[in-house]
């Protein structure tokens, strides 16, 4: 179990550039989550998947958001034309169905829009 | 969810007990309590969750008062190392997905 894991760590893109995240979960998990955090606050929900179904989507996810979770493992998450307040860490977790038993976090991937 | 309330900061000496609480009045009957905590520049931990009765893992105890109105998480002997901001959250898990909903929680200094 090598935990969640989250590529890249640090992204730094120019206004109006697209970017795209990876978050690999706990092979056995089937649920997988994306959440944002800004400075000083908790993490938001974004969205999450059951296996390769999204089941749910925050409205903080605007037009400009995508996420697939394509074969129920790994997940991406894309930012089309980025905007300065995309600026934030992006978190991913996974858990077993409904994470009665916890979700797993990843380090998480801090995005910079200059 | 339920809405959950927790102070601001906190300061606790090196091996002394650390007892961070929270107050959930408005936690309905199935909804669970859950501690996570977020060590600086990492995701997000869980710790500890529970119901009705007091729970004890590894790493914490989580004291929920008999009306299950508050809890209290204890760190039995903390370390530098618990130096994080602690997230007390309500999840319901009757019909809904259980995402959870965190606020600011807690940061708790554990100083030398």
């Known amino acids: 179990d090598t935990g969640v894991s989250q590529d890249p760590r640090h992204k730094i893109t120019k206004r109006g550039q697209n970017v795209t995240f990876r978050c690999d979960p706990i092979s056995e998990h089937n649920r997988l989550y994306w959440y944002r955090q800004t400075l000083g606050q908790g993490p938001e929900f974004l969205t999450y998947f059951q296996n390769e179904a999204q089941l749910e989507k925050s409205r903080l996810l605007s037009d400009r958001f995508s996420a697939e979770r394509p074969k129920g493992s790994f997940s991406t998450l894309e930012i089309q034309r980025t905007e300065q307040g995309d600026s934030a860490m992006y978190l991913c977790a996974s858990s077993l169905k409904e994470g009665v038993r916890g979700y797993t976090f990843g380090s998480g991937t801090r995005l910079t829009v200059v | 969810d339920a809405k959950t309330t927790q102070p601001t900061s906190m300061d606790c000496a090196e091996g002394r007990a650390a007892n961070l609480p929270c107050n959930h009045s408005?936690?309905?009957?199935?909804?669970?309590v859950y501690w996570y905590r977020q060590i600086h520049s990492q995701g997000p931990q869980y710790i500890i969750h529970?119901?009705?009765n007091n729970e004890t893992n590894e790493m914490a105890s989580l004291i929920i008062t008999e009306d299950r109105k508050s809890s209290t998480l204890i760190l039995p002997h903390a370390t530098l190392r618990d130096t994080a901001v602690y997230y007390c959250?309500?999840?319901?898990?009757?019909?809904?997905?259980?995402?959870?909903?965190f606020g600011k929680g807690t940061k708790l200094s554990v100083k030398p």
């Open positions: 529970g119901l009705k």
């Open positions: 959250i309500g999840v319901n898990y009757g019909g809904s997905q259980g995402n959870l909903i």
């Open positions: 408005t936690i309905s009957g199935n909804e669970y």
